[in-house]
């Protein structure tokens, strides 16, 4: 019994072996929220870690499951999807906060990634509410 625990904790440990040190993920993702609405680049990421881009991508991936531009895609949908609910914002407006070139980028990646293009999830989220 004991080293079955012992063996699932090697797992876990190993899963992430090459992953970024958390100290680093953390600061990333931080750095990643707190810029969602300007561009951000992979290199300019890597370099707050002091790694290459390519080792930097390599181990966020590890770490995440996901390259670093499809997170980062992933935390703009994220709050798109935020700010379609919460707020009275048009899309075009929702768009360019989030850092989206222009709106119909934007209508294409969140489709993409929610399955269904942003007016219709607005409808669908503020009908959830009652609104």
Do not use: Y
Request: charged residues 20%; contains cysteine.
């Amino acid at each position: 019994m004991e080293n079955e625990h012992l063996e699932a904790a090697q797992r876990s440990v190993s899963a992430v072996t090459g992953g970024l040190a958390p100290w680093r993920l953390e600061l990333v993702k931080q750095q990643i929220q707190a810029d969602l609405g300007k561009k951000i680049s992979v290199p300019q990421l890597a370099q707050s870690c002091s790694l290459s881009r390519s080792h930097f991508s390599r181990a966020f991936k590890r770490s995440t499951g996901m390259s670093p531009q499809d997170w980062i895609r992933h935390q703009r949908i994220a709050q798109a999807q935020k700010l379609i609910k919460d707020s009275r914002l048009t899309l075009t407006q929702i768009s360019a906060e989030c850092g989206f070139f222009d709106q119909a980028h934007f209508s294409h990646m969140f489709t993409k990634t929610a399955g269904t293009n942003p007016a219709i999830w607005r409808f669908q989220a503020l009908a959830a509410v009652g609104a």
